[in-house]
């Protein structure tokens, strides 16, 4: 069944994982623990994972016993930040259609899919990691 809220399979690897890291923000995670636990790709986590360190959200370690952690502070980061280092800024696009059939006048949906985009963008601009590291520790 599809859904109406896409997100990329990019951005969601990236939130969940910093979710998960900032769980634990003692720890260094391996890519293969982190994508274990979130049941990805190590290959596109990776890539991930490096964008969001180049952006400094995560901090790198290299060697056997070397993996991610929060950068400390950015703990505190909102998931809009984190979403917009991995797409680019969160666009409110109220259509579903590429191409848009009804000129712009009159949407069958009426005026939900502004409402669903403007609760979307709240969510993320108010949302802490922190607020959601519990979905982490809890399942350990």
């Given at each position: 069944m599809a859904s109406v809220l896409r997100v990329s399979d990019a951005a969601s690897i990236g939130l969940h994982a910093m979710v998960l890291l900032a769980a634990s923000p003692e720890r260094l995670l391996s890519n293969r623990e982190i994508a274990t636990q979130l049941k990805v790709s190590e290959a596109h986590l990776s890539k991930v994972l490096q964008r969001l360190s180049r952006a400094g959200f995560v901090r790198a370690t290299r060697g056997p016993r070397g993996g991610f952690a929060v950068r400390p502070g950015a703990e505190r980061s909102t998931l809009l930040s984190i979403y917009e280092q991995?797409?680019?800024?969160?666009?409110?696009?109220?259509?579903?259609?590429?191409?848009?059939?009804?000129?712009?006048?009159?949407?069958?949906?009426?005026?939900?899919?502004?409402?669903?985009?403007?609760?979307?963008?709240?969510?993320?601009?108010?949302?802490?990691?922190?607020?959601?590291?519990?979905?982490?520790?809890?399942?350990?």
């Amino acid at each position: 069944m599809a859904s109406v809220l896409r997100v990329s399979d990019a951005a969601s690897i990236g939130l969940h994982a910093m979710v998960l890291l900032a769980a634990s923000p003692e720890r260094l995670l391996s890519n293969r623990e982190i994508a274990t636990q979130l049941k990805v790709s190590e290959a596109h986590l990776s890539k991930v994972l490096q964008r969001l360190s180049r952006a400094g959200f995560v901090r790198a370690t290299r060697g056997p016993r070397g993996g991610f952690a929060v950068r400390p502070g950015a703990e505190r980061s909102t998931l809009l930040s984190i979403y917009e280092q991995i797409e680019g800024p969160l666009k409110a696009d109220n259509c579903l259609l590429s191409t848009r059939i009804c000129g712009g006048r009159k949407c069958i949906f009426g005026d939900l899919l502004k409402k669903v985009n403007r609760e979307v963008r709240r969510y993320f601009s108010k949302t802490r990691l922190t607020d959601l590291t519990g979905v982490y520790r809890s399942r350990r």
